[in-house]
């Protein structure tokens, strides 16, 4: 059995998820499989993908079609929920012992999986959550630049509140970990729940070997402004929100000030909610109360810069 699944949620990227499967079909380790979840794409993703599990694969406009795979590629298709409903699906179908979801924006390195595997199997065990390496932007530059030199293990929270490196990193975890904490419950209309919620569960138990490597070529979509668009998912998505801030509350590796800060965002997404249970639903009460001037202000600015 194979110990990788690559994971890739999909909605409506058939234009770019083609770069994904292409470099995954030139990696120089095929010991993975490929799990392409569809979340209620329209734009031919399914036909796509099809076209690449028959060996048969469809060119487009970028992609002449011709690719050799060399390993086995699963599809499942669900209706549109969001991007952890995804995640959920994932988690409930994969069965090897590592897994790592590369966007469907995004794309490998050829030798990532070949670099996984072999950091796995050297220094992996019982003891770790995972994996942490390294996601490069398209110029080749690593994202908030390399981890420090020597540093072999960490705590994911660590590397934000210890400020050892505050860039997006690339995490392959362990399967029957992140089986433990999944599936993620989101709330009913509510789409931009984000997956890190079951990361940070993991994660503040269990350390993370660090291999200060690519893993991940990284091209942000500019479908809207980054900052306006995460305005507008603290407007879409409260209660999610609301939901992440009183996990990181409770975080044992978490810091006093951090904590602070997940309380005024937890006052914050309650008032754009509309919740007026917010201070019976925290077990922080005395941090929460200090913290809901602030979150009152914040919420004004948030639906102000959401537009």
């Not at 019982?126 to 705590?155: K, S």
């Not at 210890?162 to 989101?186: S, Y």
């Not at 503040?204 to 900052?227: A, G, K, R, T």
Request: net charge negative; proline share 4%; with cysteine.
């Amino acid at each position: 059995m194979v110990t990788l699944t690559v994971f890739t949620p999909a909605y409506n990227r058939a234009h770019t998820i083609w770069r994904t499967y292409e470099s995954l079909c030139c990696q120089s380790s095929k010991e993975f499989e490929w799990l392409v979840i569809d979340d209620g794409s329209t734009d031919g993703t399914r036909e796509l993908v099809s076209s690449w599990i028959s060996g048969h694969p469809e060119p487009t406009d970028d992609f002449e079609g011709f690719c050799d795979a060399g390993f086995k590629i699963r599809y499942i298709w669900k209706e549109n929920g969001g991007l952890h409903t995804g995640y959920n699906t994932a988690y409930a179908n994969i069965d090897t012992e590592l897994c790592v979801c590369i966007d469907s924006d995004d794309w490998m390195p050829d030798d990532a999986v070949e670099k996984i595997i072999h950091c796995w199997n050297e220094r992996g065990g019982r003891q770790y959550a995972g994996i942490m390496g390294l996601d490069f932007d398209t110029d080749g530059n690593p994202l908030g630049g390399y981890f420090p030199e020597g540093l072999t293990e960490t705590y994911f929270l660590d590397m934000y509140i210890k400020n050892i490196h505050r860039a997006d990193t690339k995490e392959v975890m362990r399967t029957d970990l992140m089986k433990k904490v999944a599936p993620q419950v989101g709330f009913d209309g509510e789409k931009n729940f984000n997956p890190v919620y079951m990361l940070l569960q993991v994660c503040d138990d269990y350390p993370l070997l660090v291999l200060n490597e690519n893993l991940c070529i990284v091209e942000y979509q500019q479908d809207d402004s980054m900052s306006r668009g995460i305005y507008r998912q603290y407007m879409n998505s409260p209660r999610s929100f609301a939901k992440l801030r009183l996990l990181e509350m409770q975080l044992k590796r978490n810091t006093f000030k951090n904590r602070f800060r997940s309380a005024i965002h937890y006052v914050s997404s309650c008032i754009i909610a509309k919740d007026k249970q917010w201070l019976k639903n925290t077990s922080n009460k005395m941090l929460v109360l200090a913290a809901a001037p602030i979150g009152l202000a914040l919420s004004v600015f948030i639906k102000y810069k959401a537009g």
